[in-house]
C-alpha cells in the first residue's frame, strides 16, 4: 500500500538545516523532537560540551 502523505506537519533540523516530516512513532513526543536523526542529536551534544 504506497500512498503519499501531503499533509503531515515538518520541522527543520537546526543541526544539518533539513526538513523532515511527522512519522508515527513521534506521535507522543512531536512537541519534543529538535532533530531529524540520532546522528544530528549526537552532534548537538558534541557542540553543547565543546562550547
Known amino acids: 500500500m504506497t500512498h503519499k502523505k501531503p499533509h503531515l506537519p515538518e520541522k ?3 543541526i544539518c538545516q ?3 516530516a511527522w512519522r508515527k512513532k513521534w506521535e ?3 512537541p ?3 532533530y531529524c536523526s540520532e546522528r544530528c542529536k549526537r552532534q548537538a551534544k558534541k557542540s553543547l560540551s565543546l562550547a
Open 18 to 20: 533539513r526538513s523532515f
Open 28 to 30: 507522543r513526543d512531536w
Open 12 to 14: 527543520t533540523c537546526p
Open 32 to 34: 519534543q523532537v529538535k
